[in-house]
């Protein structure tokens, strides 16, 4: 994502905010950013060819899917699956606060191993949504326990008895996160494998961090949705890191 | 006509019931029960009483004036505190030994080697053989590749690391070596010095280091260096890996702690250290008769817990501290968790501990106080000081179904335990014991390392569950029970107590067993000892067989277990002992207030 464009999108929100004196939500924010990015298509997006800045937006080019295998549905009771958002380590490569995705997987993947289960790695393509992401994970995981990681960072815990917008352990505050936390995540998954008994992550608590990145987050999620494939749900993602 | 109110004061509930008499016949109207307000025996009681008057009253269409006569029970004049006396402290000297639980070590076995830390690989001789420490700065990557990268001549025999990553280093070495992680202190590990490993397989705990002689075989000891390795060894067991280390002055040291000491101002007038234990403790005082006082030795943490509970009382009955006499108090032996001074990886030890219930009586509590605010405020012209609590609470009691004269009955309160019998010629023996519901809860708090308070009288109240997924929990007994919808994902393995439908979670990583263990063992440690321990008091000669009915009334006696362990305790002696059943409707509650209106009917006749 470009620098300049976030900081420009950002200014003009937060013009907005001071003169409404209102926060506003995701889909609101969403509708906003494209809002403005088609009255006053930045320089930087008209040097980049298509007068439209939406277009901009939505001319993204997809990645093609196709090839790879479909993520099949796991039977080792300690296998603990991680499904990663549609643009993760390819049209984004870094969470919100840039911890490069390598690293986040690898260590999910080592908190999981250290526990003594088995981690796998899938692709979702069929939802960019958070929790939808986690419970796609899980029904397709041998221990019934999925972790849902979208590319800018923001992760949860299912389980595939649940409903999609329950949750074992959310952790929503993506720009707080740091590759400890990321070990933990997939420690405490493990542990709800085993059926132990879980301490909650301590984490840290920023009211100020929603609207300071709520800019940054609104244009990766829109990224990310743009790469959604339904054709292609899940993929097999293993070897990618 | 006339309709009698008997309102009972409690340490924590107040409880009403009315009677209506007519034509010399008594019938019961209602009953109603109140948390009390403010401290037993003072003015703040009052609203409570009120509240609860007011709710029995309507439930059965009246106000407070059809009332002719409201009767207080005279409260026992008691007033129970608890504390608690750490007397043993654990120390490691020169960093001798780490002896932890981490949950996931790795690699099984035992080895003995040179310490050698990660970045000094290099120094490592041929066919020597060595333990390597590792700090977290080094990924697990990076301490496999460097100990696979070795050549085969040199001997790793096991590994500690600071971070908690034992299983991913193991999964990527070539050999397979004990493995012990989440050791905090690393850095104070003495590089250099020879050392024992081992790790036990899950569900085991460590064998050769846990045994003297295992030291000695790694270590090579000879018979005095093993005599002095003893203390590691006993501080070893029970664990899932442990390292000993061979430094010349290294050991474990228990230091007993000084306690202070108790005097007991009876026929013998002993002094007792606290740190000989409770056993010591209570034959002392068994050997004392009758009890003027009990005094701490002053400056000490027992000196300062009884002159505190002198404070309280005087305050509370408006008498001098200095002539508030403590009559009676109860010893309990326990174990406290507690952190190891000089431990590498925030090992604990469970400590040696003496819990302590003491009990004041004073002077009549000011209950007249009460009656004339009472009769101002409620309009009733006769609000009557009426017999003692004990008393009431026999007559109450003998409303239970199935009982006959002699009867005793045991109250099992939060401070107090007490017993009162009236024997067949009517005539009437009490008793107050220090120690009930309030010590027991501290004993829970203290041997589990609780830190609420409150989580403490939670366990003490309600039983166990594990929740073992989202749509089912195994209950203490061993039976399972399924759920249609999934339970809170909150609850996902973790221990809960059932109240009703309501689950309560408990935050700390305890096994289910081992709390039912610790809350059994505290139950059976004071309300047995101090039900038997009161009931000899009033029993005729002393002995327990000469009763015949035992009649648990109070808050106690609504427990889920306790009737069940003093029943159980009791049928030993050919005693009927059980929860009292009121009026055969009320259970073990109102058993006072039920008393003070029947015996309005005694002193009308």
Known sequence: MDEQVIRLVTEAVLRDLARTGKQISGEELTRVITKILQDNPPPVLAQAGPQNAKEALEAAVRTDYSQYPPARKGTNPKEVVIGVGPAFQMEIRRTINGIPHEEVLRNLKAGIEEEGMVPRVIKVLKTSDVCFMGLEAAKLSGSGIGIGIQSKGTAVIHQK????????????????????????????????????????????????????????????????????????????????? | MKRIAGVDIGNSTTEVCIGQVENGKLTFLASATRPTTGTKGTLANVHAIKAALHEALESCGLAESDLHTIRLNEAAPVIGDTAMETITETIITESSMIGHNPSTPAGVGQAAGELLALD????????????????????????????????????????????????????RLNRKIPILDEVKRIGEIPEGKRAAIEVALPGQSVRMLSNPYGIATLLGLGPEETRQATPIAKSLIGKRSAVVIKTP????????????????????????????????????????????????????????????????????????????????????????????????????????????????????LPMQQIAQRLREETGVSEVKVAGVEAVMASIGAMTTPGTALPVAILDMGGGST?????????????????????????????????????????????????????????????????????????????????????????????????????????????????????????????????????????????????????????????????????????????AVATGLVLSAMGEMA
């Open chain 2, 120 to 171: 000094h690989l290099d120094r490592a001789q041929p066919d020597h053989p060595y333990i390597v420490t590792a700090s977290s700065a080094f990924s697990f990557e990076e301490i496999a590749k460097k100990l696979n990268g070795l050549p085969a001549s040199v001997q790793i025999r096991g590994l500690i690391l600071q971070a908690d990553e034992a299983v991913l280093v193991e999964n």
């Open chain 2, 418 to 590: 007490d017993a009162a019998l009236i024997s067949d010629e009517g005539k009437i023996f009490m008793t107050h014991r220090a120690g009930a519901g309030e010590l027991v809860t501290m004993l829970i708090r203290t041997e589990l390392g609780l830190k609420e308070r409150n989580t403490a009288e939670q366990i003490k109240k309600y039983p166990l569950a594990k929740v073992e997924s989202l749509y089912h929990l195994r209950l203490e007994s061993g039976e399972m029970r399924f759920f249609d919808e999934s339970l809170d994902p909150r609850l996902f393995g973790h221990v809960v107590l059932l109240d009703g439908e309501k689950m309560i979670r408990i935050d700390e990583d305890i096994p289910m067993e081992k709390i039912a263990q610790v809350r059994q063992e505290a139950k059976r440690k004071v309300f047995v000892v101090n039900a038997l321990r009161a009931l000899k008091t009033v029993a005729p000669g002393k002995d327990l067989r000469n009763l015949s009915y035992v009649v648990l009334v109070g808050g106690s006696a609504e427990d889920f277990e306790i009737p069940g362990m003093l029943t159980e305790e009791l049928s030993a002696f050919r005693v009927v002992c059980g929860r009292g059943n009121i009026r055969g409707v009320e259970g073990p509650r109102n």
């Open chain 2, 249 to 364: 002055h290294g050991n474990v040291r228990e230091n007993i702690l000084p306690a202070g000491s108790v005097t007991f101002h009876g026929q013998a007038g002993q002094t007792v250290e606290i740190d000989r234990g409770a056993q010591a403790i209570m034959e002392a005082l068994g050997r004392e008769g009758e009890i003027r006082d009990i005094t701490g030795e002053p400056g000490t943490n027992i000196g300062s817990m009884l002159e505190r509970i002198r404070r309280n009382m005087s305050q509370v009955s408006e008498v001098p501290a200095s002539e508030v006499r403590i009559t009676d108090l109860l010893a309990v032996d326990t174990l406290a968790p507690v952190a190891i001074s000089g431990a590498l990886a925030g090992e604990t030890c469970m400590e040696k501990a003496v819990g302590i219930a003491a009990m004041v009586r004073t002077q009549k």
């Open chain 1, 161 to 241: 008895d649940l409903y999609p917008l329950s949750n074992l352990e959310l952790f929503p505050q993506a720009p707080l996160m740091t590759e400890e936390h990321y070990r933990k995540v997939g420690q405490n998954a493990a542990k709800y494998a085993k059926g132990e008994q879980v301490k909650p992550i301590e984490c840290k608590n920023d009211p100020m961090i929603r609207p300071k990145f709520q800019v940054k987050a609104a244009l990766m999620h829109i990224r990310e949705t743009q790469q959604l494939d339904p054709a292609h749900p899940y993929i097999e993602w293993e070897d990618r890191s």
